[in-house]
């Protein structure tokens, strides 16, 4: 059975920074692409970032530049590296692995971490 548990969300100004981990176990971690989604009150579940088995990266627009993925597979831990901090960017981080169509893998989802920017 999967599991995933996320930490490292808080309460920070606007321009902070945050660095959100992710251990993954129950599954091979080295072999999936891996992401981080955020869900905001009252929005769908978003795709912010994700990272390849070869640890190739791709973003969403609004936090390319600020947000930096990566991932440590002795450790099966995914990072978020979240800079410059926007009020924008205030809700639950969750991470899953990732499809082909960017749909989750794992129909099971963690507790997720609250990150709230106040402005």
């Known amino acids: 059975q999967v599991q995933l548990v996320e930490s490292g969300g808080g309460l920070v100004q606007a321009g902070g920074s945050l660095r959100l981990s992710c251990v993954v176990s129950?599954?091979?971690?080295?072999?999936?692409?891996m992401g981080w989604y955020r869900q905001a009150p009252g929005k769908q579940r978003e795709l912010v970032a994700r990272i390849t088995s070869v640890s190739t990266t791709a973003y969403e627009d609004s936090v390319k530049g600020r947000f930096t993925i990566s991932r440590d597979n002795a450790k099966n831990t995914v990072y978020l590296q979240m800079n410059s901090l926007k009020p924008e960017d205030t809700a639950v981080y969750y991470c899953?692995?990732?499809?082909?169509?960017?749909?989750?893998?794992?129909?099971?989802w963690g507790q997720g971490t609250q990150v709230t920017v106040s402005s």
């Open positions: 899953n692995a990732v499809t082909n169509w960017d749909q989750a893998l794992f129909d099971s």
């Open positions: 129950g599954t091979i971690f080295s072999r999936k692409t």
